[in-house]
């Protein structure tokens, strides 16, 4: 991303801001987003702590991005846009593109309908892609949103798609193994 020009970082969901953290140390303006407080406050701790004055840390839901229209060049969002339904995936979709700048680029990742807990799991379906996940731990009641290569397509007909790949990852369930599979896609505006 540094070959291209870009400058302008956006870590859409960053979590404790692994992401984040790599841009800022190799000299990108970084502005880190994501909805709990704990861990935005922990990101602007660390940043602080390491002298990383290029990094900003936001709370916020992606569902409406505080940030100025095209004023990213290039933004991930890694394991965080799945987490809504098929309402809220083309607003956040929308949002993604909007705080783009015309050539920026995009990578992010997406559930994909092939994974255990979509066609097996027997979790309760809130429309036709998204499930609630009822289980021990931090996803528990959180909808998920999960998609195939048709759904990827109509989602981003206003970008272009540089790469897409659907990769799988296995989860030990006691004597199986369950699979859990996601798209994991770059894009251009
Ligand atoms: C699986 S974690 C990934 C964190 C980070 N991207 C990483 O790879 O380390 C998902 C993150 O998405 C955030 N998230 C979930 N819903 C969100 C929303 N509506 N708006 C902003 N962030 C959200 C969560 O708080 C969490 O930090």
Known sequence: MEGKGFTHFLDLGCGLGRHSLLFARHG??????DLSREAIEGLA???SSLALTN?????GDMMKLPYADRSMDCLLAYHVISHTDSKGIHTIVS???????EGGEFFL???SKKSWSFTEAGY????????VKIEDGPENGIPHFYCD???????????????????QDCMQN???????WHYFILGGK
Not at 55 to 59: C, E, F, I, K, Y
Not at 153 to 167: P, V
Not at 174 to 180: D, E, I, Y
């Open 28 to 33: 990108f303006t970084v502005d880190s987003f």
């Open 45 to 47: 701790t660390k940043a």
């Open 55 to 59: 990094l900003t840390a936001r709370t």
């Open 95 to 101: 949002e993604i593109n909007r705080v783009l700048k």
């Open 109 to 111: 990742t997406l559930c």
């Open 124 to 131: 309760p379906k809130l429309d036709e892609h998204t499930i």
């Open 149 to 167: 290569e048709t759904t990827i397509t109509q989602l981003f007909t206003h970008a272009n798609l540089i790469s897409i790949r659907h990769i």
């Open 174 to 180: 006691g004597t199986v193994l369950n699979n859990s």
